[in-house]
């Protein structure tokens, strides 16, 4: 099922009492890379519905001309100039270095 499929199928939801089916469930877990286990299906059926159900009292309100927010505060970040500099030198970046070759850090291999 593609993404256009899948948010006809909110759409369909949203439209009927706002309940989330078993087959919806495991649609969006298999979107977002999730297992379920059998036992926990109800209470996230639940709480989803729930969820949509309170997203859905969002339409009530009437945002004409209200301009959309890119962040919830008006602070402008502070960033520095990036420039390449030597702040730390190879022998004490290594120095407490549980293990190393002379010039790098040595790890434990992790993959195959």
Do not use: Y
Request: proline letters at 4%; one cysteine or more; glycine letters at 2%.
């Amino acid at each position: 099922m593609n993404n256009c499929a899948l948010l006809d199928n909110f759409d369909a939801v949203r439209k009927k009492s706002m309940k989330i089916d078993r087959e919806a469930l495991h649609k969006i877990a298999h979107l977002a890379r999730l297992e379920i286990k059998k036992e926990d299906e109800a209470a996230l059926m639940e709480s989803l519905s729930e969820t949509l159900t309170w997203v859905t009292k969002l339409d009530e309100i009437d945002t004409e001309g209200v301009e959309p927010l890119t962040s919830m505060s008006k602070e402008v970040n502070a960033l520095r100039e990036d420039i390449p500099n030597n702040a730390l030198q190879r022998e004490s970046g290594l120095k407490n270095a549980p293990s190393t070759d002379g010039e790098f850090f040595k790890v434990p291999k992790f993959l195959d």
